[in-house]
């Protein structure tokens, strides 16, 4: 992990929250912002949306722009994306299999040296 990872990431503690910022008057999430361990997570998660809701130009686009920082979203779509990613997580915990996943995940992150 480098050292810009690791700014924003979930492991390194992410001791300022997540890094909203005010784009034209509205809080806005910087992608380059978007904690390391779940870039693949919320890109996914994003690129399965309508389609009007991907276009920089629509109306009811997510994606808000600047010249410098680049591509950034919204704070409504931060919070869209985390009450799935809880919904996601419930619904995992829940299945029957649930505590012998954990435990494999657990056994093979200590198989690893740090």
Excluded at 61 to 68: A, K, L, M, Q
Excluded at 86 to 94: F, G, R, S, T, V
Aim: charged share 30%.
């Amino acid at each position: 992990m480098g050292l810009g990872q690791q700014r924003h990431s979930l492991y390194c503690g992410l001791r300022a929250g997540l890094c909203f910022e005010v784009l034209n008057g509205e809080d806005v999430l910087y992608i380059s912002d978007v904690p390391f361990e779940l870039e693949r997570i919320v890109g996914n998660w994003i690129f399965s949306l309508p389609e009007d809701l991907l276009e920089p130009t629509s109306p009811n686009s997510i994606f808000r722009e600047d010249p410098i920082r680049g591509r950034a979203i919204t704070r409504a779509v931060c919070e869209d994306f985390i009450t799935w990613m809880l919904e996601m997580l419930k619904d995992a915990q829940e299945q029957p299999d649930f505590q012998e996943k954990m435990m494999a995940i657990k056994s093979e992150k200590e198989s690893f040296p740090d």
